[in-house]
């Protein structure tokens, strides 16, 4: 049996400050949680930056700089930085935090959608910084834009010869699938690949146990058996698709981006409670976890030394 990959996605940029305590905003916070993340078990962390003096999201390479890192010399885990950054940014400012510190995996966002978390604001009274309901209501009319030139430059960018990154290939729909079925056949990606299916979002496809039957039959008829695929099941369906994509044979992902909560009401204690969750799950269902190097022979990286940070 193939071993199973646990990313852990450690704050994101859609959930703000008001909605946890626990979500990590300054720069040693987001280390801490990441560093125990990956102590408790998590192979790969998915990263983004905040501002630490709001909890804003941020492209600011200095505000990536400090935890990276700490991470580092704490943690052979895999980095991942996100080229997604926030739904509000140009692919421009996205794609600068993985062009300044060339880590062994970076985030490929595989096509745009209504990408939306307002209904979310009316949850919260009061706000603990005056940018947070603007932002989640804003997305209301939002569109997270991934056009195909878009992709081309992330793949030009990340892919050549200079940073030679691994991508994580998010795909929020079923078409998704088939837009980067196309970039293969235009030369922009070559195999293997790994995919993450990213579901629940609003706006993409239902995190829902048909959807990923769906989801894997469609990978399987595109990419035939040379890909390694992992899901994302957003908000409240986190722990039961990540364990239906480890039994199905993919890998997991875990983290306060993807949901503030350990179960149904009650708020997460950090991301490492999550990952030491879907862990238990993992093993209880005869699921064997993933080292950091392991997963790097699996997935083809260039290795940590590699690395500018």
């Known amino acids: 049996m193939n071993k199973t990959i646990i990313s852990c996605a450690i704050t994101g940029a859609i959930h703000t400050p008001t909605m946890s305590d626990a979500l990590p905003i300054n720069p040693e916070q987001i280390a801490e949680q990441a560093i125990a993340a990956a102590h408790a078990g998590a192979t790969i962390l998915h990263l983004h930056a905040r501002n630490p003096d709001n909890g804003a999201p941020s492209v600011d390479p200095a505000h990536f700089e400090h935890f990276l890192t700490m991470i580092k010399a704490e943690t052979d885990a895999i980095i991942n930085i996100s080229t997604g950054g926030s739904i509000m940014m140009s692919i421009d400012e996205r794609l600068g935090p993985a062009d300044t510190f060339s880590p062994e995996m970076c985030s490929m966002n595989m096509g745009s959608i209504n990408f939306s978390f307002h209904p979310l604001a009316d949850r919260y009274e009061k706000f603990k910084f005056d940018w947070e309901e603007k932002y989640i209501r804003s997305t209301e009319g939002a569109i997270f834009r991934n056009t195909f030139a878009d992709i081309k430059l992330v793949a030009e960018t990340m892919g050549g010869d200079k940073h030679r990154v691994k991508f994580e290939h998010e795909c929020y729909d079923v078409g998704h699938l088939y837009n980067l079925a ?128």
């Open 182 to 309: 196309f970039c293969i056949k235009q030369g922009m990606f070559k195999q293997p690949i790994f995919l993450q299916f990213v579901m629940g979002v609003l706006g993409g496809i239902a995190a829902e146990l048909d959807n990923l039957e769906f989801m894997k039959q469609t990978a399987d008829k595109l990419f035939g058996d040379d890909y390694q695929w992992s899901v994302i099941g957003a908000g409240s369906a986190q722990m039961k698709l990540a364990a239906a994509s480890a039994a199905m044979g993919g890998h997991v992902r875990v983290g306060l981006e993807d949901s503030l909560y350990i179960e149904r009401g009650k708020l997460a204690d950090s991301n490492a409670q999550q990952v030491e969750k879907v862990k238990e799950i993992l093993e209880a269902q005869g699921n064997v976890v993933a080292t950091p190097n392991e997963a790097r022979a699996m997935l083809g990286l260039k290795g940590a030394k590699q690395v500018n940070f």
